[in-house]
């Protein structure tokens, strides 16, 4: 079983900046593909933002140019900094980790924008 544990949520003006972390556990970080999603009150969970093992990345439209995915091996850590956020990116947000062809979830942080 793998737990992620998410954090860094909160509620910020729009134009401001936040940035997620999360948690993964061991050394798998270097061998296990991470994403950051988001779902909206009443829409689908979507992807925001992917990195794979080998460090290629990969945006969703909506959040190209302001928000960054990374990890840090040491820390087994994954962030996403998300800056010049508007309202439309109000929701909670999840990590993901795709572990030897099994997916696993964080449980969640809330992240509001204030217009």
């Known amino acids: 079983q793998v737990q992620l544990v998410e954090s860094g949520g909160g509620l910020v003006q729009a134009g401001g900046s936040l940035r997620l972390s999360c948690a993964v556990p061991?050394?798998?970080?270097?061998?296990?593909?991470m994403a950051w999603f988001r779902q909206a009150p009443g829409k689908q969970r979507e992807c925001v933002a992917e990195?794979?093992?080998?460090?290629?990345?990969n945006y969703a439209d909506s959040v190209a140019g302001r928000f960054i995915i990374s990890t840090d091996n040491i820390r087994n850590t994954v962030y996403l900094q998300m800056n010049s956020l508007k309202s439309e990116d109000t929701a909670v947000y999840y990590c993901?980790?795709?572990?030897?062809?099994?997916?696993?979830w964080g449980q969640g942080t809330q992240v509001t924008v204030s217009s």
């Open positions: 993901r980790a795709n572990w030897r062809n099994q997916f696993y």
């Open positions: 061991g050394s798998i970080l270097n061998s296990t593909g």
């Open positions: 990195i794979t093992t080998g460090g290629s990345t």
